[in-house]
């Protein structure tokens, strides 16, 4: 067993090393990339960590001992501060969040670094820390990680809705992404805190646990690796942050701009664009993109994503009833209406008129 583990904790090791490369060679240096290098080499000094436990090199364990240590709660921080970035630009974007990390230096100033100094010296020269209760110490700090997965995922969720804003088509696979990224990392911790909680409650040891959620975190994480090193950043635009009351100077005049877009989506039909933004909409009304969301947003009361896509519904209901389209597949009907997916064409299709675009046109067809 222990030359088993050894061989898939130097596997880790290794990979870890090539996705630290890769990431540092990717083109993009932008924040995003930066961050996750953090968390890349974080998870390399845990593997280093237990690699040097298991073979009893006590160099290699001590010195990747504060990783291991803090991993519980800088690691989910680090995580949550990854999706932001994606999403939100901010000047200074670490000194405007490094108090997220202030439980994580206090934990590490009054715990950590003294029982680092204790491995180093005989006696001991901190004798509190070996005082304290270790398995509530990592119940609490398993729980902070779950709070920082449940704020990931608030964000997420929050940023998905905000995108609407901008974008008449939503690439799934990068939320996907994003969503196994943070459920697996979280699969991780709840592992984690089950073993532990087993050993509160049961007295119950088990056996090779870190060893365990490590081998675990190699298997699952690894693979999301490729998609993390390609990730693009999608900024929302400030004024989508801001409150509706900071929005309400905006000069146009409402009912003339809605005139504008009415003639422009009935003549032009800017929708049949796949991947259509609300910066190209704006542009072909002569506006601003700050204008052009307010007036949606607060006038109309519709996102953009939700307009672009009920017009491409209803010239897919359209198309799908016509002779003249009958050669075209259900897809190419999709593709002439704008959609840029079939998931999304079904998705938005049956989400607006309650039947999938097929069952739809056999309505037709009969």
Not at 113 to 128: A, E, K
Not at 174 to 199: A, K, P, Q, R
Request: charged share 20%.
């Amino acid at each position: 067993m222990k030359h088993l583990i050894s061989f898939v904790l130097i596997v880790g090791v290794v990979l870890c090393g090539f996705i630290i490369f890769s990431l540092i060679r990717t083109k993009k240096n932008e924040l995003p990339q930066r961050i996750l290098i953090s968390f890349w080499v974080f998870i390399l000094a845990v593997f280093l960590h237990f690699y040097g436990n298991l073979n009893e090199l006590k160099l290699l364990s001590s010195l990747n001992y504060p990783f291991i240590n803090i991993s519980q709660m800088f690691l989910p921080v680090l995580v949550f501060l990854y999706v932001k970035s994606i999403f939100f630009y901010e000047r200074s974007f670490f000194r405007k969040n490094i108090w997220h990390f202030i439980p994580t230096i206090i934990y590490f100033v009054f715990f950590t670094l003294p029982n680092l100094i204790n491995l180093f010296t005989d006696p001991d020269v901190f004798n509190y820390v070996k005082r304290a209760n270790l398995t509530m110490i990592t119940l609490f700090k398993d729980s902070y990680g779950v709070l920082y997965f449940i704020l990931s995922l608030a964000l997420l969720h929050k940023v998905q809705k905000k995108l609407k804003h901008l974008y008449s088509h939503l690439g799934q696979r990068h939320f996907l992404w994003l969503n196994i990224f943070l459920f697996t990392f979280f699969g991780v911790i709840v592992i984690d805190f089950i073993f532990t909680l087993s050993e509160f409650l049961f007295n119950y040891r088990v056996e090779w646990d870190g060893y365990i959620t490590v081998i675990l975190l190699i298997v699952s994480m690894f693979y999301l690796a490729y998609y993390g090193i390609r990730q693009i950043t999608l900024f929302i635009p400030e004024f989508l942050t801001q409150d509706k009351e900071q929005l309400s100077g905006a000069s146009e005049d409402f009912n003339k701009l809605n005139e504008k877009l009415r003639s422009l989506l009935e003549t032009d039909k800017p929708y049949l664009i796949p991947n259509l933004t609300l910066s190209d909409l704006a542009e072909k009304l002569g506006t601003s993109e700050k204008t052009l969301s307010h007036f949606l947003n607060n006038f109309l009361n519709v996102s953009f994503y939700d307009l672009i896509n009920k017009h491409r519904v209803n010239e897919a209901r359209e198309n799908l009833r016509s002779k003249e389209l009958e050669k075209y597949s259900i897809i190419g009907i999709g593709s002439l209406c704008g959609f840029s997916s079939k998931s999304s064409f079904y998705r938005v299709f049956k989400k607006e008129t309650g039947l999938t675009p097929l069952s739809y046109k056999k309505q037709f067809d009969k």
